[in-house]
């Protein structure tokens, strides 16, 4: 076996028959694939190659790739290409428009044959020397055989006549996105169709809009489809059923949407001189107007002579810009989290949309060159976007205009924004591949004239700690370059070229705000220890190895939960042991030797694995997730287990089991630990929990801890069991408060029934809440898990606090009726201490 530039390439020999291409999104599925039909051969040659997943474990599949893939196999026999689902064919049909030797084009077929069985029968037949044509009839026919041994005869005579796509399967959902089918969850929609064999459509039976093409993201989008809309699906093919159920259980999943970026509002804005800036992330800048000028592109209009040529340089810069957003979507997965990273998959949809490139491709075949083709294609998506009705769909333009112009400069080759020295960057706005590139140590701000709180850049810079105003409105982009100008991002207070007063009190308010985090990150390497002497340790939330090393420095005591998914996610294949191993010691190395707690896979229907089959469910976050999910995938447990096992032979390590709501599961995930931790028994040193995240396993706490070290309390998805109010449900998710007196008393029944038996730690949302802290030490909690950048602020309010006051508190907060009443007692007491 050899690598080649399209994937794998698998030379089963050098004959001069007919050449053989697989083009999957799994490139494991497509070795697999190779090697089944090389023991079908018995030694004899085909030329067989593989262009499948972007790389071995990114899935995915790339129109150049496949090109090189054709040209490797051509021979003077020709090349029959088989294909799984999807944007496979998609990407095939273009690979064709690559190919500049129209004699090579001419030697391919591109089969609707399955990739399984279809390259099986084709390897044989092209072994025995069989033409294309015969070739390609034989892999079509691949399933013929064991269709047949598995129809009854009523069945049989029933069949439908080839030609005939079955009876049309119809549905209807209800979209309870907060902002309607956007970018993001129609992007999802839309990537889910293109894996099933299914022709779909939908409609807004709310407006009478449609029916569309669910495969396709710019049509999704003119549905203008709103949060309780009503929207019908209609589907055709051997997977209709499949497509109609999935996209309503999806729907009602609200199609996976992270909760953090639609339920969390910005500050609100104040007004000022511009008349309308909006904050949209934290923190206040004095400096120099900066901005990152554009040259524009040259929409050269010049007749085109050679429409082939034309399409060709669209494809190839499709598929370039592709290749740079997959490789900035990996990058902001890695430095940001997976849920910052989703934001670029609406632009590959949008890259991968069938219906704009044919939109495109016509305009090509009229005599129109490439450039002014696809700007004018994309410029009619972007203004049926933004006239749409609802305000945050039309934002969602914003998404076409950046990836018709990454498209465009690739085509032409002019250079994208310019670097700036450091200062305040002004800017119309900012696709989120630019805002996820800005040098934090030039930018200390950004303003732009457009956009809004909620756009895809807002969420990266609110991820990147950067003071963000938008909507300042176009006369900000007049204000020249070395201009003074000074924002708040929270407040959305803004002022250019200001009075020397108004800069200096921004100055103040940013020298407190920078002393105080100063200070803070100063002692950040301290104890966190009580005024009266008790001392709480303050530990990370992390997913990365770069996020160990943030916490390292900003001096956490160790990382409290590592979310193992970062390694399952993403990808075709689980991670083997070795992998897992090498990454934890990796986190472990970054923490500095400190202890690191490794929480085993916490994953469900709501975010399914492609390599592990999960049936879809009407709730999720009440189905088969976390232990629930590794206990019926053993296999899988042992594996991480082996490797959590080896990695704290090494560092000090704990592991804790998430979801747990019995005392059998939890017996159960400690024998699986036990047969991974092999004949030498349980490493020294290794302690072992679990998450208390389920009301019942609160209530009956007794019955765990004689098999525990710990325990750690998840505050989000207990407040949201406790009070049956989804986060992810922005009807409700005001009720899922940890504050409330409800969730008080299940964690001070956790807390005084482990006292002295176990260590109680908090790693939910409320650990880092100044004012849920004092309750939560009021109770008898002695570690609090953070985001890394909130362990020195944590660490400094601790020292403020008096734990038999804090303790007296928390007796009083479980008595009292809502979280508001909690909060108000909070206030009351820090008002005594300062006075």
Not at 222 to 228: E, F, K, Q, V, W
Not at 488 to 494: H, M, Q, R
Not at 614 to 641: K, T, V, Y
Not at 768 to 780: K, Q, T
């Amino acid at each position: 076996m050899t690598e080649g530039h399209a994937g794998t390439t698998e030379p089963l020999g050098a004959g001069a028959g007919v050449g053989l291409v697989i083009v999957s999104h799994s490139r494991t599925l497509a070795r697999a694939a190779v090697a089944l039909a090389a023991e079908m051969l018995h030694g004899r040659h085909v030329r067989i190659e593989v262009a499948a997943g972007l790389d071995d474990t990114t899935m995915g599949t790339d129109a150049v790739s496949i090109k090189e893939a054709i040209e490797r196999a051509d021979g003077t026999a020709g090349v029959v290409v088989l294909m799984d689902l999807g944007s496979a064919v998609l990407s095939a049909e273009l690979a064709l428009d690559l190919l500049a030797d129209q004699s090579v084009r001419s030697r391919v077929t591109l089969s609707p044959a399955p990739v399984v069985e279809g390259l099986i029968v084709a390897a044989v037949a092209a072994a025995g020397g069989a033409n294309r044509a015969e070739v390609a009839a034989e892999a079509r026919g691949a399933l013929l055989g064991k269709a047949a041994h598995l129809m009854s005869p009523a069945e049989d005579s029933s069949r439908q006549p080839e030609g005939v796509t079955g009876a049309e399967i119809v549905g209807v959902f209800s979209v309870d996105n907060p902002h309607g089918l956007h970018a993001r969850p129609a992007a999802r929609l839309v990537g889910e169709v293109r894996r099933l064999d299914a022709s779909v459509e939908l409609r807004n039976l709310t407006t009478g809009s449609g029916p569309v093409p669910a495969a396709s993201l710019s049509r999704v989008a003119t549905l203008a489809a709103l949060r309780g809309h009503e929207v019908e699906v209609r589907a055709r093919g051997p997977q209709a059923q499949e497509a109609v159920d999935h996209l309503l259980t999806l729907a009602k999943r609200r199609f996976d949407e992270p909760t953090e970026m639609t339920d969390t509002e910005p500050a609100p804005a104040s007004t000022s001189s511009l008349g309308g800036p909006l904050g949209a992330s934290p923190g206040i800048a004095v400096g120099l107007v900066r901005k990152l000028s554009a040259v524009p592109v040259d929409l050269d209009h010049t007749r085109s002579e050679d429409p082939a040529a034309e399409w060709r340089r669209i494809v190839e810069a499709v598929a370039a810009v592709r290749r740079e957003i997959e490789h900035r979507r990996v990058l902001t997965a890695r430095e940001l989290g997976a849920d910052e990273a989703s934001i670029f998959d609406a632009h590959l949809a949008l890259l991968a949309d069938a219906e704009m490139l044919a939109e495109v491709k016509g305009r090509i075949g009229t005599g129109i060159g490439a450039v002014p083709a696809w700007a004018g294609c994309l410029a009619d998506v972007e203004n049926q976007w933004a006239s749409l009705p609802d305000r945050y769909l039309r934002e969602r333009a914003a998404d076409v205009n950046a990836v018709s112009d990454q498209v465009l400069r690739a085509l032409t080759g002019q250079p994208a924004q310019q670097t700036m020295s450091k200062g305040v960057l002004v800017a119309r706005d900012l696709t989120p591949a630019e805002a996820a590139g800005l040098d934090t140590d030039l930018v200390t701000g950004v303003v732009l004239a457009q956009g809004s709180p909620t756009s895809h850049a807002a969420i990266l810079a609110r991820a990147r700690d950067i003071p963000l105003i938008v909507a300042a409105g176009r006369e900000v982009l007049n204000v020249p370059d070395g201009t003074t100008i000074v924002l708040d991002g929270s407040s959305g207070e803004l002022h250019i070229d200001p009075a020397q007063e108004v800069i200096e009190d921004f100055r103040r308010r940013a020298a407190d705000l920078k002393e105080r985090s100063a200070q803070q990150l100063a002692g950040a390497e301290e104890p966190a220890v009580s005024r009266d002497g008790t001392p709480v340790s303050v530990a990370a939330n992390i997913g990365s190895v770069a996020e160990a090393k943030v916490s390292l420095a900003t001096g956490a005591d160790g990382a409290g939960l590592v979310r193992t998914e970062f390694l399952f996610l993403d990808r075709a294949t689980a991670p083997d042991v070795d992998e897992q191993q090498a990454d934890y010691a990796a986190i472990a190395e970054g923490m500095g030797g400190r202890r690191v707690t490794l929480r085993t896979l916490d994953v469900g229907g709501d975010k399914p694995l492609p390599y592990l089959p999960m049936p879809s469910e009407a709730n999720p976050f009440l189905g088969r997730r976390g232990i629930r999910l590794s206990l019926d995938n053993r296999d899988l447990l042992r594996d991480q287990l082996i490797a959590v096992c080896r990695t704290a032979r090494q560092f000090p390590i704990s592991v804790m089991f998430p979801m747990v709501s019995t005392p059998g599961e939890l017996l159960d995930a400690r024998q699986v630990l036990t047969d991974a931790a092999g004949p030498g028994g349980l490493p020294d040193g290794l302690r072992v929990g679990m998450m208390v995240e389920v009301p019942a396993a609160a209530l009956k706490i007794e019955t765990f801890l004689p098999h525990l070290d710990f325990v750690s309390i998840g505050t989000n998805d207990l407040a949201q069991y406790t009070l049956a109010a989804e986060r992810g449900n922005g009807a409700v998710a005001a009720l899922a408060d940890a504050l409330d007196p409800g969730v008080l008393l299940l964690i001070d029944r956790v807390c005084r029934a482990a006292h002295g038996r176990a260590d109680v730690a908090v790693c939910g949302e409320t650990a880092s809440d100044e004012l849920a802290i004092p309750v939560l030490i009021g109770l008898g909690v002695r570690e609090l898990s953070v985001s890394p950048h909130a362990v020195p602020r944590v660490k400094a309010a601790l020292r403020e606090l008096d734990v038999r006051r804090c303790t007296t508190l928390a007796q009083q907060a479980v008595t009292l009726a809502g979280a508001d009443d909690v909060r108000k007692l909070v206030l009351a007491m820090e008002s005594e201490s300062v006075g």
